[in-house]
């Protein structure tokens, strides 16, 4: 069982920077594929980007290319979601997820993870 925390989250206005957490309790967190997903009222759980367990690989939603950035830091068991050029549209409950079998073409599907945090609440304001 793996037990995942993030953090970081809050208001901000438009075109502020945020920076995420997320601190998991995996023994072997190198051996996990994080990734961030968001999900905004009424709509339906969507990806942001995943990172190898490595950290040498990333991937994005298109549209959040050149905005957000994922890294990880496998010695402190935490992935970050940096995030600039906020937009209101943004606003979400951002979780992140662990996969211990990560295939990069199913990276953006929700099921394809076996592990999710509480989520932290991003608000952007206008």
């Known amino acids: 069982q793996v037990q995942l925390v993030e953090s970081g989250g809050g208001l901000v206005q438009a075109g502020g920077s945020l920076r995420l957490s997320c601190v998991a309790s995996?023994?072997?967190?190198?051996?996990?594929?994080m990734g961030w997903f968001r999900q905004a009222p009424g709509k339906e759980r969507e990806f942001v980007g995943a990172?190898?367990?490595?950290?040498?690989?990333?991937y994005y939603e298109d549209s959040k290319k050149g905005r957000f950035t994922i890294s990880r830091d496998n010695a402190k068991n935490t992935v970050y979601l940096q995030m600039s050029g906020l937009k209101p549209e943004d606003t979400a409950v951002y979780y992140c997820?662990?996969?211990?079998?990560?295939?990069?073409?199913?990276?953006?599907?929700?099921?394809?993870?076996?592990?999710w945090g509480q989520g932290t609440q991003v608000t952007v304001s206008s």
């Open positions: 997820a662990a996969d211990s079998s990560f295939i990069a073409s199913r990276a953006s599907r929700p099921r394809s993870y076996d592990y």
């Open positions: 990172i190898s367990g490595s950290g040498g690989r990333t």
């Open positions: 995996a023994r072997t967190f190198s051996s996990y594929a």
